[in-house]
């Protein structure tokens, strides 16, 4: 069955400082690969997407992943977090059946500290 | 430049009543989805449509129920409201998969709860 998991529920860094929010996905092809973010009380916004070719994606504010295939794996970088990136983040797989859903993970809520 | 708009943002409910949450888009997009998202949760699928007229159900459609009689609208019926549909009601559109793929537009959500 198509899943993605988030291991991290929180995660606290120091403003400035480097983040690494982790997702791995289960699907039987390559699949389309999404992160979100949600700032409190907020509707979801695009950070960036991973459909093929180059497997270091940029986004905006900032924020890259890595799609690496041997790991099913699209972890979300940042070099230096802002106390404005503090929010909830979640990493999505597109299903490429007719359907094309989004399946989301759980979400792992950043929290920057000053 | 609209994208996805949805209609109620806030809303309070009774056990029992019914209410339809309303979303639109403008971007002619043939799919559009409702999602709900719990505390702390990520986003369930409830409902999903390919295009005027055609419907499906997603993770989590008990309770509800969707029709799309244009490509613009896409509303969501909750019949017998229950203090478990308590939740965030996202709608979202995209033109569809592509060969180059299409990202999935959100509106800003729907806050309900049931009392």
């Known amino acids: 069955a198509q899943s993605v998991t988030q291991p991290d529920i929180h995660i606290t860094v120091s403003e400035g400082a480097s983040l690494e929010l982790r997702c791995n996905y289960s699907y039987g092809a390559t699949p389309y690969l999404f992160w979100y973010v949600q700032s409190p009380g907020q509707g979801l916004q695009l950070l960036l997407k991973?459909?093929?070719?180059?497997?270091l994606v940029q986004g905006i504010k900032g924020f890259e992943a890595e799609f690496k295939r041997s790991q099913s794996s699209f972890n979300l970088r940042k070099p230096s977090v802002h106390w404005s990136d503090a929010a909830e983040y979640f990493c999505a797989v597109g299903t490429m059946d007719s359907s094309y859903k989004l399946i989301f993970g759980s979400g792992t809520r950043l929290l920057v500290r000053p | 430049n609209a994208g996805v708009t949805q209609t109620p943002k806030f809303r309070i409910l009774k056990i029992g009543q019914s209410m339809t949450l309303q979303c639109t888009q403008d971007m002619n997009h043939n799919y559009m989805y409702w999602y709900r998202q719990d505390p702390g949760m990520g986003l369930k699928l409830i409902y999903y449509?390919?295009?005027?007229?055609?419907?499906d159900k997603g993770e989590v459609p008990n309770g509800y129920n969707v029709s799309r009689s244009t490509t613009e609208d896409f509303p969501l019926r909750l019949e017998l409201a229950a203090p478990s549909q308590t939740s965030v009601y996202f709608c979202?559109?995209?033109?569809?998969?592509?060969?180059?793929?299409?990202?999935?537009?959100f509106g800003e959500g729907s806050w309900l709860t049931v009392v």
């Open positions: 449509s390919v295009g005027a007229g055609i419907t």
């Open positions: 979202a559109s995209t033109q569809g998969r592509g060969l180059s793929g299409n990202t999935i537009y």
């Open positions: 991973y459909f093929s070719g180059d497997t």
